[in-house]
């Protein structure tokens, strides 16, 4: 694997299209980035993955690819492998899983801005007008955690300035600390604008003149906040008070923000917190399993959503997904999981989903997500065949649904959805009549 130094707050390259390269913002880039939200199809990009010795002190963590760090197929904790053919072999790491044909499978790290920089060739490539940057605010309190997170940020920050593309920030709050939670928030939003100055960066996507920002996860029940002091931070953020800096601001809501049930906090005070965000994206994944559901799920959440956030005067930006798998990583939780549990159809699952948002208006999409093969709604390329996964591996592959696709379908097909979004235009509900069979 490739090594590279840190000087103060600027990372040093040795190998990377525009050289030389000083990770600052503004210091590279191919073409003006995107701007705005509108037209826009962006994908989320977890960044989460790492393996030992990748990048400060970390000498034995395969973040997010094995349970315990135990290097073997039993304790994979991924359901897709990706496909990493198009990358240097110096960039990647080394492990002893094997193939039927004896080929060792490598994997990746985040950390290598190489990797990083040709995730986001591929959004240019494929006509993906960016990424979401996930930050998880669970991590936030650990110093070690922030430093890699934001090595992982600057990462993605100059290959979007090189590729052309646009990025923002989504906190995640799964799993944080209730007491805290709000106030790490606050603090690292200063941090990365005033220490990192990420907003000055040519990539960083912004919309009505302001920076934008999404917090995801306030409002279900299964996560930390009270509405109070969400919605203080909320006006904090979008009127640029308590020093913080002024964004756009995307809710990541539960399905059920209007109603106030089953994946939403019950309290009458979050249906202020949810109408005061800018733009509103509800979360879709796994909420329904097939063509049918999706069209129940438009007629149910969606359409009532659109009418909600016109009548409010804010933006709706609904989320699509390839499909969900998520068996290894249940496995690893002592819970059973279902491999291949949502079908992916080819693409056709997708699709479906992409021609009733487009023919009902919707001007702005999220896809979830580039990189999650922990939960199989990778969009990056993976493998597609039963017999190019790790010996004594249970994983999902693409030609599993009866199909013969490319490694890289699924970039593809959000490209394709990408396309129409941008031009404003409806496309054909048959998938093989955009992109072929």
Known sequence: MRRWTKNGSLFLLAAVECLPVLL???????????????????????????????????????????????????????????????????????????????????LYSAQNPHVVATHFKWMEDHGIDGAAMQRFVVNLPNRNEVRRFDHVLQNALAAAESHGRGLFITYDVSGANPQTVVNDVRRDWKHLVED???????????????????????GFATRPGEAAEVLALIRDLKDGAAGLRAVTLIGGVP??????????????????????????????????????????FLKTYVLPDMAETARLGIDYMPVIFAGFSASNRERAHGRQGIL????????????????????????????????????????????????????????????????????????????AAAGFVRRGQVPPPDLRAVIGP
């Not at 980035?33 to 962006?42: D, S, V, Y």
């Not at 904790?77 to 990647?92: A, G, N």
């Not at 960083?204 to 306030?218: M, N």
């Not at 109408?275 to 129940?296: K, L, Q």
Request: overall charge negative.
């Open 24 to 106: 600052q913002p503004g210091a590279c880039r191919a073409a003006e980035p995107i701007q705005g939200l509108k037209g826009r199809l962006f994908v989320g990009y977890q960044g989460w993955f790492a393996c030992p010795g990748d990048y400060e002190g970390n000498t034995k963590q395969w973040s997010h690819w094995f349970l315990n760090n135990a290097q073997d197929a039993n304790h994979l904790t991924v359901d897709f492998l990706p496909s990493l053919r198009l990358m240097d072999p110096k960039d990647l790491c080394e492990t002893t899983l094997q193939r039927p044909d004896g080929t060792h499978v490598p």
């Open 255 to 296: 399905t059920n923000w209007r109603a106030l049930t089953k994946d939403s906090k019950s309290d009458p005070a979050w249906a202020q917190v949810y109408r005061s965000y800018d733009v509103i994206s509800p979360w879709a994944v796994g909420r329904f399993t097939d063509d049918a559901g999706a069209d129940s």
């Open 340 to 415: 291949n549990q949502i079908p992916r159809r080819c693409g056709n699952f997708m699709w479906h989903q992409v021609w009733n948002l487009l023919r009902s208006h919707a001007d702005m999409l999220y896809a979830a997500m580039f990189d999650e093969v922990d939960e199989g709604t990778a969009l990056l390329p993976v493998e597609t065949r039963g017999d190019r996964l790790p010996v004594g591996s249970q994983m999902a592959y693409l030609d599993q649904d009866g199909c013969s696709l490319p490694d890289d379908w699924y970039l593809r097909v959000t490209g």
């Open 196 to 218: 990192s100055k990420i907003t000055d960066s040519p990539a960083y996507v912004h919309a009505k003149t302001k920076p934008v920002l999404e917090l995801w996860g306030f």
